[in-house]
């Protein structure tokens, strides 16, 4: 994605496709693929589908696309899109798993509350570095 330049809103429309592109791709690459819940044969419990080590890596890497989003000048679109995808693939991944019992809507909206906190926390963070580099 190219630097914003001052007054130029012609290539919005690029980085949003972009962002959400590399939100999604990021999902898929680290909870989309995993569907298998673990049943402790103790308790019966179920655990999962995803593994701490996913959701901290989809973590990162989200966090520093909008890290980055932010230091380029457009901490709002981070604020905004990738709150969205996240959302959005949460909900399918939830809604169309076989056991789903209707308590993923609380979850898409947990899913949806965190990710705007957090991308706009990283996403002003990100903005504040490049202000103070000048780097955009």
């Known amino acids: 994605m190219t630097e914003r330049q001052p007054g130029n809103t012609r ?8 962002l959400a592109a590399l ?3 990021a999902w898929f690459a680290f909870l989309g693929w995993d569907q298998q819940k ?3 044969p103790v308790t019966g ?3 999962g589908p995803y593994s701490a080590w996913q959701v901290v890596g989809l ?9 980055e989003t ?5 901490p709002w679109l981070a604020g905004v899109v990738v709150p969205a995808v996240l959302t959005v693939a949460f909900s399918v991944d ?12 609380v979850g898409a909206v947990l899913v ?12 002003a963070l990100g903005a504040y570095a490049g202000r103070r580099s000048g780097s955009r």
């Open 23 to 25: 939100t999604a791709l």
């Open 45 to 47: 419990a179920q655990t």
């Open 94 to 105: 939830a809604a169309t798993d076989p056991d789903a019992d209707g308590l993923w809507v």
């Open 11 to 18: 290539q919005t429309p690029l980085w949003i496709v972009g």
């Open 112 to 123: 949806a509350l965190g990710s705007a906190l957090g991308a706009g926390l990283v996403a």
């Open 70 to 74: 932010g230091r380029r000048g457009r």
């Open 59 to 67: 973590g990162l890497v989200l966090a520093l696309l909008v890290f």
């Open 38 to 40: 673990e049943t402790d």
